[in-house]
């Protein structure tokens, strides 16, 4: 089957189906949506009417309760010559019989009155409108499919619900022998004992709903036919204009099919000159794009040969695997490009690195018999000339006083020139204190430049980055060293920082046990002088003494010896 053929076809049953399908969806929803309608609609008129009901038995509720407080303020005025209870019975009835004469012309609807009966057995009716000869009898009527009294269901219904409540059950409708749907609202008006109802029957809503079904049923089936014929016209104008449109879109398709025949067997193919905007066009720029891209192939592989990793190429498509071929060649290639120069700046960084511990041992071992300051400069010239750094500082540690302990400025240096300055710093305090008392590296980046004082070793200054190291020897804080540059220190040469500072506390440690130990010489030849001294002058003295002795003269000997004391 041709496409001209099987496109409006195909096209025409899937127009069909999906008419289908939208006028069964649309007739369930319909049909839910009424129903759900319907059900709403019957509640709130029931809702209505409960209302109406509950209104209706209130304002009874009220004029009997006036009734009974008005018999009990007329009970004096009118007791004279009777007994109390004689005149109390006699106001009361009077003033409930016109009160129920009152109730009795009440209405709701067609059928809707208020009756009262006693809440005890056997349930005395007290008033009813439509049958007033039940007045003063008690009545029996059970329930629907019950043994209960609807009088006794009356009575539950206000023991149970707090003195009021509804009731619905099925009675017979004036004018009729048909037991009818009715709804009642009673409530209990306690001090006589009362239970004031009212009821309404409910056939009009039931009436109501069938009605509206009906309705719903004819609407449906209108909507039915509707989209029936809707569907034949869609689907006969859908056919003929798919027809019509596809002979174009066929046409097209069997010259580019023609091309891409041409083409499997090697034949080179002209580029299509038609322009369309349609997806005919589309495959025709695709086609153009092939034989641009089979052309391609040997420029790119030339460009490769030649050492050219940039030249653009790109595949026809996903699956061109001899495009994808030569787009992974020139990646393995790039990548071992990459990799070259990786190892190259990782040789330049690793070769950077030991010459610089190299640099800094010979330095370390040539300063060792040097002053501590005059080593502590030599360390912080280098460094920051290493590292690229404008300026930096060492500090050492001072805990020879027992209760002040403290941060002293040993060596500093600024854009290759020694500063002399003279620095104290409590640990804690700024960046040089913190770091002795954290005993961690900070490293501080992207300065403001108005950042003008950040409380560094080294004064104020804008720099970009700033590195404090700790020198540190088995867990005991030695001195810090600070560097700060107008760039951002690379990640090798804060490694190499943190490194040779091993080997700059371990020199500082042993020169400032030198320097302690060169003073203590010092004090030591200083003391022996000392000693040579007195020993020199107790020998005089002596010979003194001996002399002294030979003269005989003993009170010479005493001030002698008083005055060599």
Same mark, same amino acid.
């Given at each position: 089957m041709k496409i001209r053929t099987k496109l409006p076809l195909y096209t025409s049953i899937t127009v069909f189906i999906t008419i289908v399908a939208i006028t069964m969806y649309s007739i369930i929803d319909f049909r839910k949506k009424t129903l759900q309608s319907i059900e709403s609609y019957k509640f709130e008129q029931t809702g209505i009417i409960k209302n109406e009901l509950k209104d209706n038995v209130g304002n009874a509720y009220s004029m009997i309760d006036q009734a009974y407080l008005m018999s009990s303020k007329s009970e004096d005025s009118l007791s004279r010559g009777l007994s109390k209870d004689v005149s109390k019975s006699m106001v009361l009835s009077s003033y409930l019989n016109l009160t129920k004469e009152n109730i009795r012309q009440m209405r709701y609807g067609e059928a809707g009155y208020i009756w009262i009966n006693e809440i005890d057995p056997p349930y005395t009716v007290r008033m009813h409108p439509i049958k007033p000869e039940m007045e003063g009898t008690a009545q029996v009527f059970y329930i629907k499919e019950t043994q209960q009294n609807v009088y006794e269901a009356f009575a539950d219904v206000v023991h149970n619900n707090g003195g009021e409540g509804f009731l619905q059950y099925d009675f017979y409708k004036p004018g009729s022998n048909e037991r009818i749907p009715k709804l009642s609202f009673i409530k209990l008006y306690e001090p006589l004992g009362w239970v004031i109802g009212m009821g309404v029957y409910v056939d009009h809503i039931d009436k109501m709903v069938a009605r509206k079904t009906d309705e719903l049923n004819q609407q449906t089936s209108q909507m039915i036919n509707y989209i029936l014929l809707l569907g034949f016209i869609l689907i006969t104008l859908a056919g003929l204009t798919l027809y019509l449109f596809g002979k174009t879109i066929t046409d097209a398709i069997y010259n580019v099919?023609?091309?891409?025949?041409?083409m499997s067997k090697g034949i080179v193919v002209q580029k299509t000159i038609e322009e369309r905007t349609d997806e005919i066009g589309d495959m025709n720029k695709s086609l153009n794009a092939l034989i641009d891209g089979v052309n391609s192939y040997s420029e790119f592989a030339l460009s490769i040969g030649k050492g050219n990793l940039e030249a653009d190429f790109s595949t026809l498509?996903?699956?061109?695997?001899?495009?994808?071929?030569?787009? $992974?060649?020139?990646?393995?290639?790039?990548?071992?490009?990459?990799?070259?120069?990786?190892?190259?700046?990782?040789?330049? #960084? #690793?070769?950077?690195?030991?010459?610089?511990?190299?640099?800094?041992?010979?330095?370390?071992?040539?300063?060792?018999?040097?002053?501590?300051?005059?080593?502590?400069?030599?360390?912080?010239?280098?460094?920051?000339?290493?590292?690229?750094?404008?300026?930096?500082?060492?500090?050492?540690?001072?805990?020879?006083?027992?209760?002040?302990?403290?941060?002293?400025?040993?060596?500093?240096?600024?854009?290759?020139?020694? *500063?002399?300055?003279?620095?104290?710093?409590?640990?804690?305090?700024?960046?040089?204190?913190?770091?002795?008392?954290?005993?961690?590296?900070?490293?501080?980046?992207?300065?403001?430049?108005?950042?003008?004082?950040?409380?560094?070793?080294?004064?104020?200054?804008?720099?970009?980055?700033?590195?404090?190291?700790?020198?540190?020897?088995?867990?005991?804080?030695?001195?810090?060293?600070?560097?700060? =540059?107008?760039?951002?220190?690379?990640?090798?040469?804060?490694?190499?920082?943190?490194?040779?500072?091993?080997?700059?506390?371990?020199?500082?440690?042993? =020169?400032?046990?030198?320097? *302690?130990? =060169?003073?203590?010489?010092?004090?030591?030849?200083?003391?022996?002088? *000392?000693?040579?001294?007195?020993?020199? *002058?107790?020998?005089?003295?002596?010979?003194?003494?001996?002399?002294? $002795?030979?003269?005989?003269?003993?009170?010479?000997?005493?001030?002698?010896?008083?005055?060599?004391?």
């Open positions: 099919r023609q091309q891409l025949f041409d498509s996903d699956e061109d695997n001899l495009g994808n071929s030569l787009l $992974k060649m020139r990646e393995s290639l790039t990548t071992a490009k990459e990799e070259e120069e990786i190892r190259q700046q990782e040789n330049e #960084r #690793r070769n950077w690195a030991n010459e610089g511990y190299t640099m800094f041992s010979d330095l370390m071992r040539k300063s060792s018999n040097e002053n501590l300051r005059e080593m502590a400069y030599d360390v912080i010239e280098n460094m920051v000339k290493y590292t690229g750094s404008v300026q930096g500082g060492i500090f050492i540690y001072n805990d020879e006083e027992e209760n002040n302990h403290y941060i002293e400025l040993l060596a500093s240096t600024a854009y290759n020139r020694r *500063k002399f300055k003279e620095k104290i710093i409590q640990p804690g305090d700024g960046l040089i204190g913190t770091c002795a008392l954290e005993k961690q590296m900070i490293y501080l980046t992207n300065v403001p430049k108005d950042y003008i004082d950040i409380r560094s070793g080294l004064g104020t200054a804008n720099p970009e980055s700033i590195l404090i190291e700790p020198l540190m020897m088995e867990d005991n804080i030695i001195g810090i060293i600070e560097l700060a =540059a107008f760039k951002k220190y690379k990640d090798f040469e804060i490694e190499f920082v943190e490194k040779v500072s091993e080997s700059i506390a371990s020199s500082l440690y042993a =020169a400032k046990i030198n320097s *302690k130990t =060169a003073i203590l010489l010092k004090d030591f030849d200083t003391f022996k002088e *000392k000693i040579s001294d007195l020993e020199r *002058k107790l020998v005089l003295k002596d010979l003194e003494l001996k002399k002294a $002795k030979k003269d005989g003269s003993s009170n010479d000997n005493k001030n002698t010896i008083l005055s060599f004391r």
